[in-house]
């Protein structure tokens, strides 16, 4: 009896949870008896001791899927794992990748703006219009070859190191209506064909260390190196030669960068960076700071500092087209050298149910030689911009706003209008508006100068974004807009955007064109793009928008074209392949 005393506790005591534990609404007692089970002849299980403590034979991580017949690896496939896109280590290493990246960016633009006719010679003899035929086409064909090395398991923290490569070639052939505007001779034809090969990334990232278990860091980089200095490029984002700190503090809420960019020279017609030419003394530092979940949770604020050191004024260049770009043939026409220090406000993300970008500067400095007095003067200027959208299901509507401030008296030692150092603004529709697109000449009240630049916002009165200097008398820019975001089907996109915009002031405008007065309206700018991702990624992307800019009472006053001539369009077509 007492043997199966002991048998019996023996069993229920193997049992029972473990101390401490138990299992919800069940006991002991309610247990069957444990089954025992025999397999005479079969391969015992392996010993602890048959195999190492630390590790098993098996493939690494990133090779595993494929041997088990999962994905099957391919160089030429982009979408399933590949060496060449940085998916698995390199061949003998555990922690060194490879990227490769090819791009093939296809522009074809048919356009129309005010166009002047030469003083010496016009595609029309005879005509002694100001302006003549406004209709005008692009083709740029662009090459990208990038390569990256990285070092580290970049899954969960910062890689030990990155090299990284981008070179970039470019065709392009412009067709214009009148002479002198694309190449200064008057003999040379209304045609351009030209080509360019720049250097657009080459820098090497170290990571400095790690600064908490989460793997908040600290970095350098040094080369030339994309950088934004806000969320949508207001201010400066090129890709320049540079060194940079960089980090992240408080599991990555916070972010920093500490940078010094020298400017490069660009090319007149592609804009890519000029590499075998001397760089500009141009130079930008900048120190910025971003904080998640502040002042709201969803949104995040930047705070940042920038200051702009131009000593160009003993620097005269032309651009390979013949037309001067430094100094600018506006006003006295000496050369100038400034410091402008921009303090800044940027905030991005959300509030409730509101999507909400927001951007605040003031800039303020010296002007060593203001355009018009020739005496130095003050710098003293303020931007403003905010984009609020909502989301219904499938739909995405905006509003947009922005003022940049304007210069009312050209001849006081103050000046008062806004300028940017490289702006690339992604705001009201970008690039698919009308007025973003295209650059204006300013025909009468200057040479070789424009309104507005290219890819950009600003009424700034440079001679060139790329290579001129800035302006900060100028007449500034005000824009009130609507937009709209239709994603009809997951791979196409339907945007519409409704813009009107004005001149902040036009007390410049009437010095330089000696005119009493010039209204402010600059007119509306409508314009409805799609773009179509078959793929639903980056890999293949077809863009196609058009604009029209109807014209307002004080671009007509510039720029008094025929009646049938009485708006300006641009049509953009844009094809990306991308490996």
Not at 4 to 21: D, K, Q, T, Y
Not at 133 to 146: D, K, L
Not at 341 to 361: E, F, H, K, P, Q
Request: glycine residues 8%.
């Amino acid at each position: 009896m007492a043997a199966e005393a002991e048998a019996r506790e023996g069993g229920e005591a193997a049992n029972m949870p473990v101390e401490g534990r138990r299992r919800p609404g069940l006991f002991s007692r309610d247990l069957a008896d444990r089954v025992q089970q025999a397999n005479p002849g079969a391969v015992a299980l392996p010993q602890a001791g048959n195999f190492p403590r630390d590790h098993l034979p098996v493939p690494d991580r990133w090779r595993l899927v494929e041997t088990l017949g999962l994905v099957k690896s391919d160089w030429r496939d982009p979408y399933n794992q590949n060496t060449l896109k940085g998916d698995r280590p390199l061949c003998g290493t555990h922690d060194k990748f490879f990227q490769l990246t090819l791009i093939s960016d296809t522009v074809a633009e048919p356009r129309s703006f005010p166009t002047p006719v030469g003083n010496q010679t016009t595609e029309r003899p005879g005509n002694n219009d100001v302006f003549g035929r406004q209709h005008s086409a692009v083709f740029a064909q662009t090459f990208i070859i990038g390569a990256a090395l990285t070092k580290g398991s970049t899954a969960f923290k910062p890689p030990d190191y990155e090299l990284r490569a981008a070179v970039a070639v470019q065709f392009n052939h412009v067709d214009v209506s009148e002479r002198r505007v694309l190449l200064v001779e008057p003999s040379r034809p209304s045609y351009r064909s030209d080509a360019f090969f720049g250097v657009q990334e080459l820098f090497y990232d170290k990571h400095l260390r790690n600064v908490s278990d989460r793997y908040d860091f600290d970095s350098v980089r040094i080369g030339i190196q994309p950088f934004s200095s806000d969320f949508r490029g207001f201010l400066f984002q090129d890709n320049q030669l540079g060194l940079r700190f960089f980090g992240t503090r408080d599991n990555n809420r916070l972010q920093y960068n500490l940078a010094a960019f020298v400017r490069l020279e660009k090319d007149s017609n592609s804009g890519l960076n000029a590499i075998l030419r001397s760089p500009r003394q141009d130079y930008v530092l900048t120190a910025n700071v971003y904080r998640q979940d502040l002042p709201l949770p969803g949104l995040t604020s930047q705070l940042a500092v920038t200051w702009n050191i131009n000593r160009e004024a003993g620097d005269v260049q032309v651009d390979t087209n013949g037309f001067p770009v430094r100094p600018a043939l506006i006003g006295e026409l000496r050369g100038r050298d400034y410091d402008a220090v921009y303090l800044s406000y940027n905030a991005d993300g959300r509030v409730g149910r509101v999507n909400l970008t927001a951007s605040a500067s003031y800039v303020m400095g010296t002007n060593r030689n203001n355009i018009f007095t020739g005496r130095p003067s003050k710098i003293r200027a303020f931007f403003v911009a905010a984009e609020p959208s909502m989301d219904f299901n499938w739909i995405r509507v905006r509003l947009s706003g922005l003022y940049a401030s304007g210069d009312k008296d050209p001849f006081d030692d103050v000046d008062r209008g806004y300028d940017a150092i490289f702006e690339n603004p992604q705001f009201a529709g970008a690039d698919t508006s009308y007025w973003m697109r295209q650059t204006i000449p300013f025909a009468g009240g200057g040479r070789a100068i424009a309104v507005n630049g290219r890819n950009g916002l600003l009424n700034s009165l440079r001679s060139s974004k790329e290579q001129g200097q800035s302006n900060f008398t100028n007449p500034g820019t005000m824009l009130l807009g609507a937009g709209a975001d239709f994603d009809v089907l997951p791979e196409l996109r339907v945007t519409a955007n409704a813009n009107y915009l004005w001149f902040a002031t036009t007390e410049v405008l009437q010095v330089l064109r000696v005119e009493g007065s010039i209204p402010r309206e600059i007119g509306a700018d409508l314009s409805l793009a799609t773009i179509w991702r078959p793929k639903m990624n980056q890999n293949l992307v077809f863009r196609l928008s058009g604009a029209v800019l109807q014209p307002g009472r004080g671009l007509k006053d510039l720029f008094a074209n025929s009646p049938r001539d009485s708006r300006y369009y641009s049509v953009l077509f844009n094809a990306v392949l991308a490996y």
